[in-house]
Nanobody, 128 residues
């Protein structure tokens, strides 16, 4: 089992920045690919960004490319999502996810069902 706890969400004005963190515990963090998804009210949970176990490859949804950066620190068992130039449409609950099965294609890393473990989410609200 892997336990994931997100933090760093909050209220920010459009154009502002936030950094989300996801702390993992349980099994060896460096064995897992990690990702961030988000879910706005009344909408499906959408892929945001992912990173392979080593951090050598990253993947982004088109809507956040060039604004968001995913990174990880395996020594701290933590994955981060740096969000810049935030827009009101970025408002959502952001979820951290972990996958121990591998796979390095965008299709696999962006697929909701690729991930076995999920955090409880952290709310991000961007005001206009």
């Amino acid at each position: 089992q892997v336990q994931l706890v997100e933090s760093g969400g909050g209220l920010v004005q459009a154009g502002g920045s936030l950094r989300l963190s996801c702390a993992a515990s349980g099994r060896t963090f460096s064995n897992y690919a990690m990702a961030w998804f988000r879910q706005a009210p009344g909408k499906e949970r959408d892929f945001v960004a992912a990173i392979t176990w080593s951090g050598s490859s990253t993947y982004y949804a088109d809507s956040v490319k060039a604004r968001f950066t995913i990174s990880r620190d395996n020594a701290k068992n933590t994955v981060y999502l740096r969000m810049n130039s935030l827009k009101p449409e970025d408002t959502a609950v952001y979820y951290c996810a972990a996958d121990g099965k591998g796979g390095t294609t965008y299709a696999i890393r962006s697929y909701y069902h690729s991930y076995d473990y999920w955090g409880q989410g952290t709310q991000v609200t961007v005001s206009s």
